[in-house]
């Protein structure tokens, strides 16, 4: 796997994880491709979801061995919550469609879904075994994708995947890790955030990609799994090691109008399905991947370098 000869085509390249992984399947040896609204760059190609003839065009042209579909609108905030369905769900429909009409069938198409589908569970684990409850318009734009995408098993090798949350440098800022680090990287004194009491995993984007990479390879289609490593973090955890990493300790405001009422507590993932299929896989601790946020903040927040999507 990995051969010059071997194309993936990746919706959404010029986003936070399109862009890392982009450079990871290309130091394997993958030609990659992919699509953006605005390109900017060697093998992107400017498209919008909405527009499924596109999606046609460039398939024909290409025919990609594999597409991986991460375009989406992804911030759980967005103010428009129609924007969710055209993009999120539609979107995929597009996509699917685009690869169905594809005179090649590719080897894997992998969806992008997201571990919001899941809502609020009584249970501390989530597992793939669980009937989704998504709790918001993100979750329910992509359980509706999930939903629609199990009708082109029979046409195309689906496989999608539910990521629970994951970080890393470059990531923007309205994302609330990256706000954390900027936050104590530009030395202020306080910060203003929502609910208090989440849970979450924080997982790094190297190993996200390194996932990715291995679903690739394998045999597995016509199924969903959960991309996580079963690790909770508290939000106050994260203040806690980057007191720590920047050897202050910063004032805690929350802010009403960050507090969300829907927001889900907890969401931690069941890595059990997916360690059988990729076989386990190296996490990097928290503490490693807020350093490298933080480094980056402090060298590139001010550079035109910083590019953040």
């Given at each position: 796997m990995?051969?010059?000869?071997?194309?993936?085509?990746?919706?959404?390249?010029?986003?936070?994880?399109?862009?890392?992984?982009?450079?990871?399947?290309?130091?394997?040896?993958?030609?990659?491709?992919?699509?953006?609204?605005?390109?900017?760059?060697e093998?992107?190609?400017?498209?919008?979801?909405?527009?499924?003839?596109?999606?046609?065009?460039?398939?024909?042209?290409?025919s990609?061995?594999?597409?991986?579909?991460?375009?989406?609108?992804?911030?759980v905030?967005?103010?428009?919550?129609?924007?969710?369905?055209?993009?999120?769900?539609?979107?995929?429909?597009?996509?699917l469609?685009?690869?169905?009409?594809?005179?090649?069938t590719?080897?894997?198409?992998?969806?992008?879904?997201?571990?919001?589908?899941?809502?609020?569970?009584?249970v501390?684990?989530?597992?793939?075994?669980?009937?989704?409850?998504?709790?918001?318009?993100?979750?329910?734009?992509?359980?509706?994708?999930?939903?629609?995408?199990?009708?082109?098993?029979?046409?195309?090798?689906?496989?999608?995947?539910?990521?629970?949350?994951y970080?890393?440098?470059?990531?923007?800022?309205?994302?609330?890790?990256?706000?954390?680090?900027?936050?104590?990287?530009?030395?202020?004194?306080?910060?203003?955030l929502?609910?208090?009491?989440?849970?979450?995993?924080?997982?790094?984007?190297?190993?996200?990609?390194?996932?990715?990479?291995?679903?690739?390879?394998?045999?597995r289609h016509?199924?969903?799994?959960?991309?996580?490593?079963?690790?909770?973090?508290?939000?106050?955890?994260?203040?806690?090691?980057?007191?720590?990493?920047?050897?202050?300790?910063?004032?805690?405001?929350?802010?009403?109008?960050?507090?969300?009422?829907?927001?889900?507590?907890?969401?931690?993932?069941?890595?059990?399905?997916?360690?059988?299929?990729?076989?386990?896989?190296?996490?990097?601790?928290?503490?490693?991947?807020?350093?490298?946020i933080y480094?980056?903040?402090?060298?590139?927040?001010?550079?035109?370098?910083?590019?953040?999507?």
């Amino acid at each position: 796997m990995g051969r010059v000869s071997e194309r993936v085509f990746i919706t959404g390249i010029e986003g936070f994880t399109g862009r890392y992984l982009k450079e990871y399947l290309r130091k394997r040896g993958f030609e990659v491709f992919g699509s953006a609204l605005r390109a900017k760059g060697e093998n992107i190609f400017e498209a919008d979801l909405a527009d499924s003839g596109r999606f046609r065009e460039l398939f024909a042209e290409l025919s990609p061995d594999y597409i991986i579909h991460l375009g989406a609108i992804s911030f759980v905030a967005h103010t428009d919550n129609t924007d969710f369905y055209k993009t999120n769900t539609i979107g995929t429909l597009n996509i699917l469609e685009a690869a169905s009409a594809m005179e090649k069938t590719p080897k894997k198409v992998i969806l992008a879904s997201s571990a919001a589908v899941y809502g609020r569970q009584k249970v501390d684990t989530l597992d793939e075994a669980l009937c989704p409850k998504p709790a918001n318009h993100y979750g329910a734009s992509k359980y509706a994708a999930e939903t629609l995408a199990a009708n082109y098993y029979d046409r195309l090798p689906v496989l999608t995947v539910r990521p629970f949350n994951y970080t890393g440098p470059s990531q923007a800022e309205h994302f609330l890790v990256p706000k954390i680090v900027k936050h104590y990287a530009m030395a202020s004194k306080s910060i203003e955030l929502g609910n208090l009491d989440v849970i979450r995993e924080y997982n790094d984007i190297d190993f996200v990609c390194e996932i990715y990479y291995r679903l690739l390879g394998v045999a597995r289609h016509s199924d969903t799994l959960n991309i996580c490593s079963g690790r909770g973090i508290a939000l106050l955890d994260i203040i806690e090691i980057m007191n720590e990493i920047a050897g202050y300790e910063i004032e805690v405001k929350v802010n009403p109008r960050f507090v969300r009422k829907d927001e889900i507590k907890k969401l931690i993932g069941s890595p059990e399905k997916l360690f059988c299929v990729t076989g386990e896989v190296e996490i990097p601790t928290l503490r490693e991947t807020l350093e490298k946020i933080y480094h980056f903040w402090k060298e590139y927040a001010h550079s035109d370098s910083a590019r953040l999507v």
